[in-house]
């Protein structure tokens, strides 16, 4: 039976209001758009620590950009936010689950693979801050598969709750992208990795 990752968000949620809990919560950030509607969602449920950490993005400037935005996205809404950690680029670990997977389809065992390389970092860095969950922004895109997204969560939460999603339920992609404009926000065309931007290059 498919799971409904938006209703269970909305469980815990509830229950965690229904005791007048506001746990910690490690948000894994891909870049500001998608960060947009998921902070407006989470924010005044949970304390949020923003985590960013993309060493698949293509460039350092890329990675600069995106990370820019985010601390410029943070400092306009009008959210309360515990924490943004920015980890220094580094592409090598993105490099080494990718070697040998240069050919494999979008949203196939090479993107499996990067998910799983972000949110195990997103883990370590929950538990280092004793959040009581972790979750990321990943869901919210249309793109990506949130099955494949939550069932990498819920493998890799051992010492931290993993908080299922599926952001982009409810509007949620719609109104991403209606807070980009609103912030202005650089939105780029591609994921992030040169196999992505590849992909987007070639639809030019």
């Known amino acids: ?39 407006e969602r989470l924010n005044s449920h949970f304390e949020i620590f923003i985590f960013y950490y993309n060493p698949n993005i293509s460039s350092l400037e ?14 306009e809404m009008p959210v309360d936010i515990a924490g943004l950690i920015i980890e220094p680029y580094d592409a090598a670990p993105f490099d080494g689950i990718s070697r040998g997977l240069e050919s494999a389809p979008e949203g196939g065992v090479r993107c499996g693979l990067c998910y799983e390389l972000r949110l195990k970092k997103a883990a370590e ?14 869901t919210i895109s249309p793109l990506k598969s949130a099955e494949k997204i939550n069932a990498i969560g819920d493998r890799l939460a051992t010492a931290v709750a993993w908080l299922p999603s599926d952001f982009k339920k409810k509007e949620g992609y719609k109104r991403s992208v209606e807070l980009s404009k609103q912030y202005n926000l650089y939105r780029q065309n591609f994921c992030g990795c040169v196999f992505s931007k590849g992909k987007s290059d070639d639809r030019v």
């Not at 007048?20 to 870049?31: D, N, Q, R, T, V």
């Not at 600069?64 to 943070?74: T, V, Y």
């Open 62 to 75: 890329e990675y600069a950009k995106r990370g820019d935005e985010l601390k410029r996205l943070i400092s």
């Open 125 to 138: 860095k929950a538990e280092e801050l004793a959040c009581d969950y972790f979750t990321t922004t990943l």
């Open 1 to 39: 039976m498919n799971r409904n990752y938006s209703k269970e968000l909305e469980e815990i949620i509830a229950q965690s209001k229904s005791g007048g809990i506001k746990p910690k919560l490690l948000l894994h950030a891909c870049c500001a758009p998608c960060s947009s509607a998921v902070l």
